[in-house]
């Protein structure tokens, strides 16, 4: 018969017909064979199976083997022998599978045999060298199937620890299935790695705990090694589900808390972890992870957290597809976007994502899926509060979860507190990752360097002012003016360079507030006023320098003094001036009176850009004596009037000058202190240091009716910007225990103060006054109103600026009074019919009011319910005219005065906006955030800049007005310089990135080495900083790497 199979072995006989001879000669096992003839046939038959081939021979192949052996047990007995069995697990065989089913099915004959015990024991010592030759999922997961059913070949005692750690490692080594024509072997390979899972499970159950820790810390190293020799270690994932419970505690405390584990093992370990939520059985995963994240937060190690967050987080996200993945890694999101509280920058590489994800769980429509989307929703809204201040790019996501309920403030303050690090770690290198892209759109964003956003928000507005910028870039580098000149160089980045983002850590420097704590949210328009000012102040000192280098005299700033008054050599000026204007008109009955200086053109450049000018005359409504004052701005700050005005026991807590209906909060800086805080409410006065312990207590005291949170109008009708200019210029009645000093009446009396702007600036500034602090409450508060802000704007301007008339029937006295302790101009007293005849033609001002075009080019927004705590963006367009655009103005100003239609929504500027958030630039539309708080509640306009429209600099087509490169000066070298050098090394750092990124790819596909070239892990020494060839030693940097699981390789 032997001499059949042979033949039939050797001929080129068809599949069928080979098959056939060999059933043949299986049946013929049945019958009484000699014992020479018998063990010839399983020799044959035995290597058909571990050498075979074709799959016939290693079928066919081993079903003669078992009925040759089961019909004739006693030769059989004799043939399998300890040196065959030692022979098969020490040898090399073409189908080691094969081999393993061959062992199988012998020890099932043998088991009643009295060589049974004995082959067992063989097995059992040979068995971690069998598993450490063969890491192949098939070979280890049917010899793992054999032992689970012959448990007596089990290494037992002190060979178990290491048979153990064998397995583990075996699997570590294990890679599934990749590629388009492997992915159905998946499930086979699943099954396979699931035997080992079970064996290890069921050697733990009868193990004691120090066995089951010295194979935790085998895992441990594997997924913490820095080489990645054999790619990452996958299926180890497979175990986590019978660890057991109770150790999670002591293991994960043990980990973190070890010296010997650098960050670098524990980045990669925890990356790894991640990685297993891929695979199709990973009950537990989640469970661990949130223990080592919780564990890691617990010891500070928040750079950790923070890279696996970033890194992965996108990956995480899009595994909720996949529903054997996803109970597990909704758990996961929750751990690491809630806990990753210092930043929406996690939470936003997953936001373009989410309405994909959404669909596709609607689409789903079962149970897991329904369950996940509740979860989800929760989450999300949860994220957008605290990430509050991006509507453009959460406008999609609302709309993707708007069937779901949003949970009330409370549940998410509830929430983010469940799952929060701990102490929130602010930025401090200002690096965006270096595969950052620029935006779209060509501009630069700015980096947050803790809670910087006020000033981010700040700079891009007053950079898309492209008259300031091109004025900026335009002065000469001057060592007295510090502040203008890392302004230069900010502004040449922004223009110039090819990051995505820059960190502004050096103009942050500089320009920060003395009295700002650094990393703590402050006040965008106190940052723009300090701002402006300091500008303003160094130049004024730099042209003093110049005129007078010996002088030690200070030309005068327009905000140099608390009510931002010019020196009295200025009014006297003013004063001469006039009176030689009436010697030469002395015989004239009537005549006119001309204030004005020679030197009007404010020297600096924040002074020709924003700087503007006002005039306040008081009345005496007894004596009809009026005193005029002229006052600069940079920016007017508007009052909410009526139910929202700001009552007589708070004050206006924003940078700029008060409103004259207000009283005044002033702030005097003294070099590098600050100086008292008045609030001149009657008696009240407060110093620095009690109002910044009421802000600190404020914020908590706040009710949710003055904050506004549950009336999405803000508790009001909506007003319009133009409600707030016309109460900004509204007559205020001065009476009770606010009288106005007559010094004609030499007493107080009944007045009326009026404000009339003089000189219009070439930026517009406005600061809606949201944000105010109770003295009587001790709390501090804001103001939600929503307000209407129009595309254009008409401000009264005073016409010929300062030119100022007075009429008086007095042909000798002249009319102004200069007053040397007030420094006001006072009117002399006139003829009581004369006064009389003003009280009943209203004021002389009144008929020589011009109308002032201006265009709105930037806004700031505030996000948040105080002042002390939210988030600010900018939404701005570039504000050079356009001549197409310019060229219509006066004729639809024409054709508004005859049909008495509002000019609101002309425009003159070209209707291009961006969004700058931060680090993010994006495309925006002046409809999509004009009326951002009916959708975001706690959004409101803050500060609003417009640029007066004039068609004498109407110079631009279309495309260059958005183009700062075709209209701005060249750069200065400095600068130049400056912007090359750092654009080449933002390349190098691509460069090098790129390299990383190939080196890390290349290990991931480096092939498998035999595992009889490993030594044995020191157990007496720390983790190795290797896993390669020798085990410990050297290690250390490494990089993730890995090989490539995007796809969906696991889902089947």
Not at 209 to 233: A, K, Y
């Amino acid at each position: 018969m032997e001499q059949i199979l042979r033949g039939v072995l050797a001929s080129d006989k068809p599949e069928p017909l080979k098959r056939a001879l060999f059933n043949m000669i299986a049946e013929k096992g049945k019958l009484v064979q000699q014992v020479g003839s018998i063990s010839e046939v399983l020799n044959i038959s035995m290597h058909c199976v571990i050498d075979g081939k074709t799959q016939v021979e290693y079928e066919e192949g081993l079903k003669i083997y078992i009925s040759w052996a089961r019909h004739n047990r006693a030769t059989f007995e004799s043939f399998f022998t300890k040196e065959v069995l030692l022979s098969l697990l020490s040898g090399q065989y073409q189908n080691s599978g094969a081999l393993v089913d061959l062992i199988h099915e012998s020890m099932r004959i043998l088991q009643a045999s009295p060589s049974f015990m004995h082959l067992s024991q063989i097995i059992a010592v040979k068995g971690a060298s069998f598993v450490r030759e063969h890491p192949d999922a098939e070979v280890v997961g049917k010899f793992a199937k054999f032992l689970l059913e012959f448990r007596n070949c089990i290494p037992q005692g002190e060979a178990s620890r290491p048979f153990c750690e064998t397995l583990i490692t075996a699997l570590g080594m294990l890679q599934p299935p990749d590629g388009a024509g492997e992915l159905q072997k998946l499930p086979e390979f699943v099954h396979h790695v699931e035997e080992v899972a079970s064996l290890l499970k069921h050697i733990w159950d009868n193990s004691d705990t120090d066995t089951i820790v010295r194979c935790l810390q085998t895992v441990f190293r594997l997924i913490s090694c820095t080489d990645e020799v054999f790619g990452p270690p996958f299926c180890l994932a497979s175990l986590v589900e019978h660890i057991p419970k109770d150790m999670r505690k002591t293991v994960v405390k043990s980990v973190v808390t070890d010296p010997r584990i650098n960050d670098t093992m524990m980045t990669i370990a925890l990356t790894r972890m991640l990685d297993w939520l891929r695979w199709p059985k990973s009950d537990g995963v989640d469970e661990w992870l949130g223990s080592f994240l919780q564990g890691l937060a617990s010891v500070h190690k928040y750079t950790i957290l923070i890279k696996i967050t970033e890194e992965n987080i996108d990956m995480v996200f899009r595994l909720l597809q996949f529903r054997f993945a996803r109970q597990g890694v909704i758990r996961v999101l929750y751990s690491l976007l809630l806990g990753y509280q210092h930043s929406p920058d996690a939470f936003h590489k997953i936001v373009n994502d989410v309405p994909t994800v959404i669909a596709h769980l609607g689409a789903e429509n079962s149970p897991s899926s329904k369950n996940c989307l509740e979860q989800l929703s929760h989450m999300l809204h949860c994220l957008m509060y605290l990430h509050a201040g991006f509507p453009e790019l959460y406008d999609p996501v609302l709309e993707a979860i708007k069937d779901f309920p949003r949970p009330s403030s409370d549940v998410i303050r509830q929430r983010l507190s469940e799952y929060r690090w701990g102490v929130q770690q602010e930025s401090t290198t200002g690096v965006l990752s270096k595969i950052t892209r620029k935006s779209e759109t060509g501009k630069v964003g700015l980096v947050n360097l803790g809670n910087t956003c006020y000033m981010n928000s700040v700079i891009q507005a007053l950079y898309m002012c492209d008259g300031f910028r091109q004025a900026l870039l335009s002065s000469p580098a001057d060592p007295h003016c510090p502040l203008l000149v890392k302004m230069q160089y900010l502004a040449a980045f922004l223009g110039h360079s090819q990051r995505a983002a820059f960190s502004p850590t050096s103009f942050l420097k500089v320009s920060r507030p003395p009295w700002f704590i650094p990393g703590h949210q402050q006040d965008c328009a106190e940052f723009l006023h300090y701002l402006l000012d300091q500008l303003h102040e160094q130049e004024l000192t730099a042209l003093r320098r110049k005129r007078n280098p010996t002088s030690p005299v200070k030309l005068p700033s327009p905000m140099s003094s608390p009510e931002h008054s010019v020196e009295p050599n200025f009014y006297k000026s003013k004063l001469r001036s006039a009176q030689q204007e009436q010697s030469t008109r002395g015989q004239q009955h009537q005549r006119e009176i001309v204030i004005e200086t020679k030197d009007d053109v404010d020297p600096t450049l924040v002074g020709q850009t924003f700087g503007g000018k006002v005039m306040t005359t008081c009345r005496c409504l007894t004596c009809g004596h009026e005193s005029a004052r002229t006052e600069s701005f940079f920016d007017l700050p508007l009052a909410f009037p009526d139910g929202n005005k700001i009552s007589s026991h708070g004050s206006s807590l924003v940078g700029g000058k008060s409103t004259p209906a207000e009283k005044n909060v002033e702030m005097e800086q003294e070099g590098n202190t600050v100086g008292k805080v008045e609030h001149e409410t009657g008696e009240t006065k407060m110093d620095a240091a009690q109002v910044k312990e009421s802000k600190l207590e404020g914020l908590d005291t706040l009710s949710r009716s003055s904050a506004g949170l549950d009336n999405k109008d803000g508790g009001n009708d909506s007003l319009t910007l133009e409600n707030l200019l016309d109460y900004y210029l509204e007559p205020e009645k001065l009476e009770g225990d606010n009288k106005y000093y007559c010094d004609k009446c030499q007493g107080l009396q009944d007045g009326e103060r009026s404000i009339k702007i003089v000189h219009s600036p070439n930026f517009l500034i406005l600061t809606l006054l949201r944000f105010s602090y109770n003295i009587k409450t001790q709390s501090r508060s804001k103001l939600f109103n929503e307000v209407s802000y129009p595309k254009t704007l008409m401000l009264p301007v005073h016409r010929d600026e300062l030119k100022v008339k007075f009429t008086t029937d007095d042909p000798v006295q002249s009319p102004l009074k200069f007053d040397q302790q007030t420094h006001d101009y006072a009117v002399l007293d006139k003829p009581q019919h004369a006064f009389a005849q003003q009280t009943t033609t209203d004021s002389g001002f009144d008929d020589s009011t011009a109308l002032a075009t201006y265009a709105l080019c930037g806004v700031v927004i505030h996000s948040g319910a105080s002042s002390e705590c939210g988030h600010y963006y900018c939404y701005a367009r570039h504000s050079l005219p356009v001549t197409c655009l310019v060229d219509r103005m006066e004729t639809d100003q024409e054709t508004d005065q005859e049909t008495g239609n509002r000019c609101d929504d002309q425009d003159y500027l070209q209707d291009k906006w961006f969004l700058f958030n931060d680090s993010r630039v994006t495309y925006a539309s002046f409809d999509s955030f004009s009326n951002v708080t009916k959708r975001f509640s706690r959004d409101t306009a803050y500060v609003l800049i417009y640029k007066k429209i004039s068609s004498d600099d109407s110079i631009l087509n279309l495309d260059d007005s958005i183009n700062p490169a075709v209209v701005d000066p060249p750069l200065r070298k400095d600068l130049r310089d400056a912007v090359i050098q750092d654009n080449a090394k933002y390349l190098q750092e691509q460069e090098l990135e790129a390299r990383s990124q190939a080196v890390r790819r290349s290990l991931s596909t480096s092939p498998a080495r035999s595992w009889n070239r490993w030594s044995d892990f020191d157990d007496k020494g720390g983790p190795p900083g290797s896993c390669g060839p020798g085990g410990g030693g050297g290690g250390g940097g490494g990089g993730f790497g890995g090989i490539d699981l995007s796809g969906s390789r696991f889902v089947y």
